[in-house]
């Protein structure tokens, strides 16, 4: 049994139940050219096998190397960008203590780098690993990547000077393809621990490969149960295409009936601060597969409580292209009531006593009412807790729904021949060799 539950009777009132149905057949079809690898993209399929082909020797090469790390680190720096960074972030920070880099004792704090140029943010890094034992791991599928190379180099400078060449050697873990790309030569030339990224899993279909696994299992997760959560939603999922019985076939269903309604912006709402970072993995997983050949649906992120004071007006009351799909957690990991108070000055002892689980689940459901109500559908997922098996539930449940979204729409949700644009201006005005041609034109455009 799995512990994620799909509703999407508060979007029925936008599109009936018999066009949802409608793309049955298509969602069958999608599914076989999965399983069967006929589809667009079927290189990079490797993903949708993780779950229980990620072999004992693999996760105990990760867990033996977290352990050394965590002994001898009090911060680790994963140096990535998009797909080489967000599974990770998205899986620690919903599973950790919400002020970790407060609290002592609790294994390395885990920090980012790479995933911005910005020359404060990488000082201000530094400033703090001048004080610190660190160890770092560099992810870069192809190995070429600009934003991260730029914040390796820095990194490793700083901690060659720091440790000496020999014990930064040490503290540096590359996962990167097995054979192509800078990274792996430099791996090779200065005898870095290694892991591979598979040949057929694209970035942002990788947090379950070493690119996740790895600075999970230093954060101190069990990436056993990560996966065991990602066999248990393979094996629902294979069980059943129909989309009564089949959460993946249900939602891409019904947003892609949506979509074709003119709810053309998807909007992922949580109320557990723990998930932001999870709603930007989805974004990005999301975004990158669909959103091409002009077409797609545009996946936007709030926080509630917190975005109802922010964004809450647009989304009641703004243009009416919107649908939410909102991640509801059932049980949160601690106690807490709202206390009395005698002059009741705030005159809230009308909830005094009341957990703030269930003010924020009557909040969310006053919310739901009130943007249905407002002419905006809502898609509910519901799961009992945020635990390493649920996760891996539901990054499944995400990265199934996204291929077969795809599939319905017509693209090819496994590459990005768009991301290419920004790299080939950004390599001509920095005067890359080899895009000579590409400066002129540039310099010529902007006179
Ligand atoms: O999903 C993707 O393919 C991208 O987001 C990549 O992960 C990202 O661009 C980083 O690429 P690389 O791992 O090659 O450095």
Known sequence: MIDLKFSYDNALDFVPEEKINAFQQRIDDSFSALYGKTGRGNDFLGWMDLPDNTGEKIIEKIESLAKTIRSKSEVFVVVGIGGSYLGARAVIEALSHHFLHLKKNDGPAVLYAGQNISEDYLSDLLEILDNKDYSLTVISKSGTTTEPAIAFRILKNHLEKKYGKQEARLRITAVTDKEKGALKQLADEEGFETFVVPDDVGGRYSVLTPVGLLPIAVAGFSIRELLAGGAKMKKHLAESTAIGNNPVAAYAAVRNALYTSGKTTEI????????????EWWKQLYGESEGK????????????????????????????????????????????????????????????????????????TGTTLAHVDGGVPNLRIQIPAVTPNVLGQLIYFFEMACAVSGYLLGVNPFDQPGVEAYKKNMFALLGKPGFEKETEAIRKRLG
């Open 293 to 364: 050949e002009q077409k797609g649906i545009f996946p936007a992120g709030v926080g509630f409580t917190t975005d109802l004071h922010s964004m809450g007006q647009y989304i009641q009351d703004g243009l009416r292209n919107l649908f939410e799909t909102v991640i509801s957690v059932e049980k949160p990991q601690h106690t807490l009531s709202v206390p009395h108070a005698a002059n009741n000055l705030d005159k809230l002892n009308y909830i005094a006593g009341m957990r703030l689980h269930e003010v924020n689940r009557q909040a969310e």
């Open 268 to 279: 992922m709402v949580n109320y557990e601060p723990r998930l932001f970072y999870f709603t």
